[in-house]
């Protein structure tokens, strides 16, 4: 008999390999289990191998693989979770989500109706028929997009997910998703996390940290990205003294 288990999920994360992130993923996948998230998904701008390397290497942090991307459609932004291929950009919404659902994976609206962030408008939704809608950004400076998302998922009736957006480590898991699978934890693959988002088996958890709390986080990341380049440089050369020390003095981004 399977017994449920309850995932707490990052659906959006960006690494190095997009134009707009800094983070390697073996450090955004070491810093994800640290703070005791389950999974994470690295959805780069319109490129995916970076993701793939993520999930192959994710049972290595104790984390379930799940690859994505995010697709600039001819509309605005769509999450594609679960797939291995990248859906060709620049189609219509309605195509990209089309072509998600083919390569067997989940498709989600990111941060909708901010325009200034390649969110779809409200309109370009119509007879668009994603798998859920990316309620809670954590990127997002007001909560007005947010509760405006959450309204028109609960319209609409579809499932809502949270998301960190994140581009450092700073913000990985500042928002994400809980999710409830029906078997243990260590049987658990892509496919599964596609269907429970697919069935709405999902919750929204993030907030807007404090300044004291965000100031501990950054700390903690900084160490860390300090720790990560020392051990990198270290690899990179025999002894390593001169690569360290460039390393440790490199401001965390």
Known sequence: MNRSV????DFHVHSEASYDGHEPVELILEHAADIGLDAVVVTDHDV??????AAVLAEEYGLVGIPGVEISTA?????????EEMPESGQSMGETVAAV????????????????RHGVRKRRLSGVDPDAIETFNAWLFTGYRNRRARR???????????????????TVGR??????????????????IVAAIQRGNTGVRGQRASIQRASGHYAKAAGRKTAWGMKTAL???????????????????
Do not use: C, W
């Not at 659902?101 to 200034?116: E, K």
């Not at 690899?235 to 981004?253: D, L, N, T």
């Open 175 to 192: 928002a994400y998703t809980e999710l409830t699978v029906e078997k243990p934890f260590n049987g658990i693959d892509s496919d599964d």
């Open 152 to 170: 028109y998922a609960t319209r609409y009736g579809y499932p809502a997910v949270g998301g960190s957006d994140a581009h450092s480590l700073l």
């Open 101 to 116: 659902d083919d390569l067997g994976g989940a498709s989600i609206v990111p941060h909708p109706f901010q325009r200034t």
């Open 235 to 253: 690899k990179k050369s025999g002894s390593g003294a001169r690569h360290v020390a460039a390393a440790a003095a490199m401001p965390f981004r």
């Open 6 to 9: 309850d995932l707490e999920v």
């Open 48 to 53: 995916i191998h970076a993701s793939l390397d």
């Open 75 to 83: 509309e605005g932004h769509l999450l594609a979770i679960g797939v």
